[in-house]
């Protein structure tokens, strides 16, 4: 008789349920698994064996066969461990038949029989969900599975635990979800003495989730303003943390199994390999523009990664999702983020300081700027030129405003956005194309008059075109007018005209 239990296969944030089937047969004693496993997996039959001679339980003297379904679907992970020794109790009549088939499990089994920790219990809590089953899990996930209210979570600290369950000699209660978590020791703008055109730029960039590239010499504070957005970013929604944690769970990132409101800000070393930036690797793992999904990817040195990398990053901004290609899949994961880039402008960084002029004006900055290309510039919505603080500014008292005060104006402006994208799959205003753009950015007579005058004589593309209404819509969220009028647009076209002779 075939016993059978589940589990997930994990491909991208999606977790697709496996049968795990177990025969035992008249023959000579072995255990094999088919049905794609990876090494790990196969490996399982091992830790399976040693899990449950801890128990004082002996394989039957037959031939064991596990199978895992669908076939063709590979298989990769420690977490089979839990639901193949599952399938084989029942199949040896210790458990109930009916008990390991009504159950989602994944775990890891150490050779004492105590469960380990394994990644993505909560993709698997929601695949446990849509099927109707409950979820069994190691105790360390417990917590982070639980976040999913319509599945009943079991977290056992063992496989003697979990055998207790299922004899009824002991039930386990239903995990409790793990704590909400909260951001604290964030920077704050007060800090920050001069740069006000910058902190302008990205109290908009924040409230319309817009991409901003910052150039100024070293020291200018660029690096110093970007660890401050994180302070004025609105708190996730609950299905934007849903979404982020179920990418951080495939990461191993929930610390606790805790879910983080805040909003996520990844940044990457500028030697960061493309598989590190765009996901890939051992098993195809989300890269830093997944992580940083509902979030802020800083890259700061923007010119100084390598080109290939930059010239990855074109096609995610602009649809949302990347899609890891592998031989035997392809694994798509969400990444709509916010792009805040941070560059010198030139090699030397002093291109534009008349105290310590660059000596080879401007041909340094023409080469330096040319690695970022065209196309990837021109998905920049904002542009920022950073001039050097001077020494009196430095000297004087921080007057600027705190972070709370344009955190409030931020989350009032993405409160217009969210009421003008209700039932839609739209959430901020970089989200806006086609007739909707029109509809809800088209700038009155002066605007649209001097915007025409400004695609024409810069020369803009579609897309900058499209951007420069986007971001003049966010600056009227933030006026609070419900028209895009002329000093919106012409503040936005000054953005994105900053660092370029012609667009």
Not at 161 to 190: C, M, N, W, Y
Not at 443 to 469: C, I, M, T, W
Request: aromatic residues 4%; hydrophobic residues 45%; proline residues 7%.
């Amino acid at each position: 008789m075939v016993a059978r239990a589940y589990t997930v296969a994990f491909e991208g944030v999606e977790a697709r349920l496996v049968e795990v089937q177990c025969a035992t047969a008249p023959g000579l004693p072995g255990f094999s698994i088919v049905g794609l496993p990876d090494k790990a997996v196969s490996e399982a039959r091992d830790r399976v064996r040693a899990a449950l001679s801890a128990l004082s339980i002996a394989l039957p003297a037959k031939k064991i066969t596990v199978n895992l379904s669908p076939a063709d679907l590979p298989k990769e992970g420690s977490h089979f461990d839990l639901p193949i020794a599952l399938a084989l109790l029942a199949a040896m009549d210790v458990i109930p038949h009916d008990k390991s088939a009504e159950t989602v499990a994944l775990g890891e089994l150490s050779l004492d029989g105590t469960l380990v920790p394994v990644l993505g219990a909560l993709p698997a809590a929601m695949a446990a969900a849509a099927a109707n089953r409950v979820l069994m899990c190691p105790q360390a996930c417990g917590p982070e599975a639980a976040w999913v209210e319509a599945a009943a979570v079991f977290a056992p600290r063992s496989l003697a635990d979990a055998l207790r369950h299922f004899t009824g000699q002991s039930p386990l209660p239903i995990a409790r979800a793990g704590e909400v978590q909260s951001q604290s020791g964030l920077k704050d703008f007060a800090d920050v003495k001069g740069q006000e055109k910058a902190k302008r730029a990205l109290e908009i960039a924040a409230t319309g989730r817009h991409h901003t590239l910052m150039v100024g010499t070293p020291g200018s504070g660029k690096s110093m303003l970007a660890a401050r957005l994180a302070s004025i970013l609105p708190p996730l929604e609950p299905a934007e943390a849903l979404e982020t944690s179920m990418i951080h769970s495939l990461a191993g990132l929930l610390s606790e199994g805790g879910i983080n409101r805040a909003r996520p800000f990844r940044e990457p070393h500028h030697t960061a390999s493309m598989a590190a930036i765009v996901g890939g690797g051992r098993g195809a793992k989300p890269g830093e523009i997944s992580l940083a999904h509902n979030g802020v990817l800083f890259m700061d040195e923007f010119p100084e990664y390598p080109r290939t990398v930059l010239e990855t990053l074109r096609q995610p901004i602009e649809s949302g999702e990347v899609v890891v290609a592998r031989a035997n899949a392809h694994v798509r994961y969400p990444c709509r983020f916010m792009l805040v880039a941070a560059a010198n402008p030139c090699k030397c960084g002093y291109l534009s300081d008349p105290n310590r002029a660059c000596a080879r004006v401007p041909v340094c900055g023409d080469e330096y700027m040319s690695r970022i290309s065209g196309p990837l510039m021109d998905r920049f919505d904002l542009r920022i030129e950073m001039p050097p603080v001077t020494l009196q500014d430095l000297d004087l008292p921080a007057t600027g405003e705190p972070s709370a005060v344009i955190a409030a104006r931020v989350a009032a402006g993405r409160a217009v956005q969210a009421a003008r994208f209700e039932g839609t799959e739209m959430r901020v205003n970089a989200d806006l194309e086609g007739g909707a753009l029109e509809e809800v950015a088209t700038p009155n007579a002066d605007g649209k008059e001097l915007l025409l005058k400004v695609a024409d004589r810069f020369g803009l593309s579609a897309r900058g075109y499209h951007r420069v209404l986007r971001v003049a819509r966010t600056i009227a969220d933030l006026d609070g007018s419900t028209d895009v009028r002329k000093p919106h647009v012409a503040e936005a076209v000054g953005y994105r005209l900053a660092l370029a002779k012609e667009v």
